[in-house]
């Protein structure tokens, strides 16, 4: 009998707001946070092409920084202790914006899962963010066709 092979899984996490009337500069200088990606209202959405779309929001995003192979549970605690002390700025902001806890996890195998302990997800709520789950399905297999 063969062992299965490890299960590959990834997790992301990273938080996002988005607002139509701030800007990703304003919120940058609010939190004392700059983003990693960021996008602002009216901009194009591919500035290759100058008849692209326009963004109809302002779109600050900041990643947890660890390794796509650390725990899902790892990148909202990072997250969480980014935000720590920022409540008030947080909760001005809310009056205007978006504020997402963005998560991501995929599997090779569609398998998988993680806790997020209560104590965090309270966190979390206090801080007033709103909780985005993407779940990746694993690749479809190659299709193999015999001669």
Do not use: K
């Not at 959405?45 to 899902?72: C, F, H, Q, Y």
């Not at 398998?111 to 993407?134: N, S, T, Y």
């Amino acid at each position: 009998m063969q062992s299965a092979g490890p299960v590959t899984t990834w997790s992301a996490g990273s938080i996002r707001i988005t607002s139509r009337t701030v800007s990703v500069h304003e919120i940058s200088g609010r939190l004392g946070i700059t983003a990693d990606q960021q996008f602002e209202r009216d901009s194009l959405m591919s500035p290759r092409n100058p008849t692209s779309a326009r963004r109809e929001t302002s779109v600050w995003i900041r990643r947890s920084g660890l390794p796509e192979d650390t725990d899902l549970t790892d990148h909202v605690r990072a997250l969480v202790e980014l935000l720590d002390g920022r409540r008030e700025e947080l909760a001005g902001l809310s009056v205007d914006c978006v504020l997402e806890l963005l998560l991501g996890f995929g599997s090779e195998s569609g398998q998988g899962g993680c806790v997020l302990p209560a104590h965090l997800l309270a966190e979390v709520g206090a801080l007033g963010l709103d909780i985005v789950l993407d779940l990746y399905p694993p690749e479809p297999a190659a299709i193999v066709v015999s001669p």
